[in-house]
């Protein structure tokens, strides 16, 4: 549950892939974000993470030999045919609206200058609306929900002797009881 950006597609030539990540580069610089750059031989992979503010994820733009976006995971585990690596994703739930609004910005941006066939879903609803009211809403709902919840499972007792499987059922008990 939250307001993330899921995206997937590739580099319109992998020629432009490092001309991208150093405009990426800049731009970060220029707006005071921590960012890595990752070249990588051995798994022919290029790109950067960037992190827009402490309170959401990295954005990650990795772009492996044939020019495809891929996801970070696959960093980690390579090998699992079971998944997609093509799907990327960043969580701006808990950062100022204006970030996800920037990094709407700049998804756009790279859409017309270097990935002319990127696929975006976000669910704030920016991407397609730029309704900057409709994705405060959003957070703010989402952000309540949160925090109704939080507040109901931190008023279960609890003795401190459960083990996780019998403080899951409590709580699943509780929630029963209060919404059924």
Known sequence: MGVSIHFRGSINSTEKTNPLLNELSE???EMGWEYSVIDDAE???KGIFIQPHNKSESLSLLINASG???NPLYLVDKDDDRIDYSYNSIKTQFAPVDIHITVVKLLKYIKKKYISDLEVTDEGSYWETG???LLA????FINDRINSI???ISSI???GKETPESLADKIERYLKDKFD
């Open 157 to 159: 007792p609890n003795s």
């Open 150 to 152: 939080a507040g109901m």
């Open 131 to 133: 309704d900057a009211d």
């Open 43 to 45: 798994l022919q992979l």
């Open 27 to 29: 731009i970060s610089n």
């Open 137 to 140: 809403e959003k957070i703010d």
């Open 68 to 70: 495809k976006l891929t």
